[in-house]
């Protein structure tokens, strides 16, 4: 029931009214509004505080930020400055003649020159089976320079590096992911004598 004034009109009360009879019909999209806004609310508080405690934690473990150029592909362009991690690299190397430990040393000085932990590995020495899964978490930087061998081989230091990593990689316990995040480069040693089987 509304109050009529002389002139015909419901006055504010009926302005009112209206305005009200509007919104408790349209209930649904307003609901629907504040609920999708709190939702975008947490998500981003939520995202932001994971970032903020990914990089404390990262701190806290010694990790270093470096600034570096990103390089130039599709999505991305070289002006741009991206944060990158990096707690250390280990250079992985195989050698037969020693060339492969003189280019990880050579790499070694350069990276130690930036003030980034370095360490130097024979692959001879290393048992990838209890310490290679450490290395994708580990926030380095794993660098492997082999040298080939005879038909394509490893060479003599590396052969048990090789070997279990094919194993790995067929064997359903470690699983597809078993690696995944291990951060990497692969250079690989030769000779234009070996064309056939360079590296295979």
């Not at 930087?141 to 080939?148: D, P, R, Y």
Request: hydrophobic fraction near 40%; glycine fraction near 8%.
């Amino acid at each position: 029931m509304s109050l009529l004034f002389s002139d015909g009109s419901t006055g504010p009360w009926g302005f009112l009214q209206t305005h009200l009879m509007l919104l408790w019909l349209n209930r649904f999209y307003i609901y629907s509004c504040a609920a999708f806004g709190i939702t975008v609310w947490i998500y981003s508080h939520f995202i932001t505080g994971r970032k903020k405690h990914q990089a404390d934690t990262l701190a806290q473990n010694g990790v270093s930020p470096l600034t570096s150029k990103t390089l130039k592909n599709s999505t991305s362009d070289l002006s741009e400055d991206k944060e990158v991690f990096v707690s250390g690299v280990k250079i992985f190397y195989g050698s037969q003649t020693g060339t492969a430990k003189g280019f990880a040393s050579a790499l070694a000085e350069d990276i130690a020159s930036l003030g980034i932990s370095v360490e130097m590995i024979n692959m001879r020495d290393y048992d990838p089976d209890d310490h290679l899964v450490e290395e994708t978490t580990s926030g380095s930087i794993s660098v492997f320079l082999v040298a080939t061998y005879t038909d394509g081989l490893p060479p003599e230091s590396a052969e048990w590096f090789y070997k279990w990593l094919e194993e790995a990689s067929n064997d359903f316990r470690f699983g597809k992911t078993f690696l995944k995040g291990l951060r990497y480069a692969v250079f690989g040693l030769g000779n234009s004598v070996y064309s056939g089987h360079y590296n295979t």
